[in-house]
């Protein structure tokens, strides 16, 4: 779709802030996208040459995953190993609100862009700083991937069947939960900011990330002494939640409240279980789960799909299909909703993706500008509006390998 005249009238709730994102894969990037989606001017800087190595990933046979992390954001190139790359950073970074950045701890000290360097030439510039250990602690100087975080984080022990090793998610979930933390940070920072003018550092470390979704994990062994084991598609005690076989394909059920159960029960035909200590109460089910899971399975394993969603829409009971992308795109609710939505893209035409999330009543998030199609696509538009060059200082830079 092309932009539409209300992402023109309402240019998004960040609108007017700058932000310099710095780093690459996914952590950094992903932040970067959220703040773009809510409106704000991101420059990326990219390495020249190959740039970002998020352009080549992605599954299928075109990588069309940069499509989606790369919107909302101005691409320009620039040697950060090099002390006139270092430099022209620093100018960009000198006239932005935010820098986003998720090198190695250390590296933009090396850069001659430590914090507090940075500060004293802008001193309400806000720094989201993402790695895979944070920047203090023994283990700030190692390397980190979003998989580590998710492991040390305690997400991997407890993902897959018990008698499997550790299992992953489908996708890189550590890295876009640092993210998410340090996009939900950047916004504290700005509110900070307005009361006092002080821009500030936040250190997103993606192994605490992962940690703060692990409700009570560690409570619980602290208090209790019990560890969490693999459980594969179920949470122990919390039934029935599951995914049941119907004939045709897997269906989720959530039904683990009595008043729910009960209705489960009587869409099943056996309204007598509502009432039977097996399974009246939460603690029962918890306690038979397996055998009530099995019972219902075998109830649904007699139904199609279609079936068994008709009744548990008309029994009111959480449930849903499993879907895959192709389901998502032939949903009418998703259509309804515009989740996922059709844009013009410069590198792949007219492409599906998810649209901006979430919502907001009064200064919409939204695809405003396609990813860049090479690194550095807006180098002569960034460093003339920011730095005031001309073609010739542009090329001689480039001559140079600097940008």
């Known amino acids: 779709m092309s932009i539409s005249a209300d992402l023109i009238a309402n240019p998004g709730a960040l609108d007017g802030l ?64 090099m002390p006139k790359g270092q430099d022209i950073a620093r100018k960009l970074i000198a006239s932005a609100d935010i820098l ?9 000290e090396k850069w001659g862009m430590a914090p507090a360097e940075l500060h004293n030439e802008n001193p309400g510039l806000i720094i989201a700083r ?22 040390m984080g305690g997400w991997r022990y407890i993902v897959g069947d018990p008698d499997r090793p550790p299992a992953r998610m489908g996708v890189s979930i550590g890295d876009t939960l640092c993210a998410t933390y340090g996009t939900m940070g950047v916004l504290a920072a700005l509110h900070h900011r307005e009361k006092t003018g002080e821009g500030q550092v936040i250190d997103t470390a993606l192994y605490e990330a992962v940690l703060q979704v692990m409700e009570g994990l560690v409570p619980e062994y602290d208090y209790n002494g019990f560890i969490r084991e693999r459980s594969g598609s179920i949470l122990p005690g919390i039934a029935p939640s599951n995914v049941y076989s119907c004939k045709d394909g897997p269906f989720m059920i959530g039904a683990n409240n009595d008043a729910i159960f009960a209705r489960l029960a009587e869409a099943m035909g056996k309204p007598e279980m509502a009432d039977d200590p097996e399974y009246a109460t939460h603690l029962a089910r918890g306690r038979n789960q397996t055998v009530l899971d099995n019972m219902i399975n075998e109830w649904t394993a007699t139904l199609t799909i279609n079936e068994v969603d008709a009744l548990m829409i008309k029994h009111s009971i959480p449930a849903g299909r499993v879907y895959t992308a192709r389901d998502m795109l032939e949903d009418p609710h998703f259509k309804e909703r515009e989740a996922i939505i059709e844009v013009e893209t410069e590198g792949h035409g007219k492409l599906k993706m998810q649209n901006a999330f979430p919502r907001f009543s009064k200064s919409p998030s939204g695809y405003r500008r396609p990813a860049a199609t090479t690194p550095g696509q807006h180098n002569a538009e960034v460093f003339g509006e920011l730095l005031g060059w001309d073609d010739e200082t542009l090329a001689k830079n480039a001559d140079q390998g600097t940008v």
């Open 18 to 81: 700058r932000v310099v994102e710095m780093g690459q894969l996914l952590a950094g990037p992903f932040c970067g996208q959220l703040l773009g989606d809510m409106g704000a001017d991101v420059i990326k800087i990219e390495p020249p040459g190959k740039g970002d190595p998020m352009r080549d990933w992605g599954q299928g046979a075109e990588k069309v995953q940069w499509e989606v992390i790369g919107r909302n954001k101005r691409s320009v190139t620039c040697n950060l190993r």
């Open 100 to 108: 986003v950045e998720n090198f190695k701890p250390g590296t933009l």
């Open 130 to 151: 993402m790695s895979g250990y944070g920047q203090t602690g023994p283990y700030s100087t190692r390397a980190g991937f979003g998989g580590i975080g998710e492991a």
